[in-house]
């Protein structure tokens, strides 16, 4: 399983639909990422520019793809942004690859 993270904020007027028949979001996503084959790991309303995120695990990136599609054609969003997350323990195997990747990278203007 591959780990993401979306980023969203509602448009106003989802935000009063929800205002006027609250329902359960988190159950909603889980059914979302269960319908691709992945799981909901966790769901945060928050302040600031964006007004929630969720981190989920699916099997791909065409499933990440497959959920993010959905969700920015429903018409709710103002924004979605989903991004895929390194752990910790993959970070060594990436830093390697980078470090050797770097010695066939020419910096513009050289």
């Given at each position: 399983m591959t780990k993401f993270a979306a980023f969203f904020s509602y448009k106003p007027e989802t935000w009063n639909q929800m205002l006027m028949k609250p329902g359960?979001?988190?159950?909603?996503?889980?059914?979302?990422a269960s319908a691709v084959g992945g799981s909901l790991?966790?769901?945060y309303f928050m302040f600031g520019e964006r007004d929630g995120f969720v981190v989920f695990d699916v099997p791909d990136r065409n499933a990440a793809a497959a959920v993010a599609i959905a969700v920015n054609s429903s018409g709710a969003f103002s924004h979605m942004e989903t991004r895929e997350l390194i752990s910790p323990d993959d970070l060594p195997a990436v830093l390697e690859k980078a470090a050797s990747a770097r010695e066939s990278y020419r910096?513009?203007?050289q």
């Open positions: 359960d979001r988190t159950a909603a996503v889980r059914d979302l790991e966790s769901m910096p513009p203007g």
